[in-house]
């Protein structure tokens, strides 16, 4: 069994952020274009989360993401969107990656890293089956065995399923992968995330619906403008 003392004290996935507060989001563009952050009143709320950076994400946006979480899936295409945008016109790179927390998450993370270590090209694959297991089919992926249906993609449709066992797997490489997900705390901690879907732009911006009050526009809008801001 995988050691969990190396887990965050974090809260779980999907709760809202305890810091994060409503904005006017008046500022924002109706237009259908990218806001304009400059025209902000001096003393308004900024429409995102300003940390200290974290300079391993300086050239990265993050997108930290549950599967059992409605709001990561309900933005998913547009996260896919905005990866493949960012990897065609800038040098930035988009990296999804799962919470974690003291009750679950550390299976799937483990599982999750194995997938991008391993089989890269599975990654959006194996995200997409694991919304679907988790919300639609009521699998519990947190265990390995849901986590093995998620791998074989079983009932979900997909036509690929991964060319391996993930249990056995992550069995096989343990310590490279307990490292990788380390990683994936340490940028959580560092850049105070404690809900999803939450948008980590350069290791400085923090991004998450309830900064627009749940419009989904304004929601992509402000992530482009935060976006663009940093380039």
Known sequence: MLKRNFLLALTSACALRAVAQPINISNLSNSGNSPNLGNLAPNALKPYLEVTPYKADENVVRIFFSPNCIYSRKYLSFFKNLGSTLSAKTSK?????PTTNVVDGLN???AFAAVGRFHPHYV???IDASMIA???KRVNVFSWGGI???GSAVGFGRSKQLPESLP????K???ILIRDVK???AAQRALRIIGTPSVAITGTYIISPEFTLGDADRFSELINAVVSMTL
């Open 183 to 185: 990683q994936y705390q």
């Open 173 to 175: 490489n343990r310590d």
């Open 134 to 136: 988790a919300q639609d």
């Open 124 to 126: 959006q694959n194996f």
């Open 148 to 150: 093995d249906i998620v």
């Open 93 to 97: 790179e988009t990296l999804f990656t």
């Open 168 to 171: 056995l797997l992550v069995s």
């Open 108 to 110: 799937y993370a483990t």
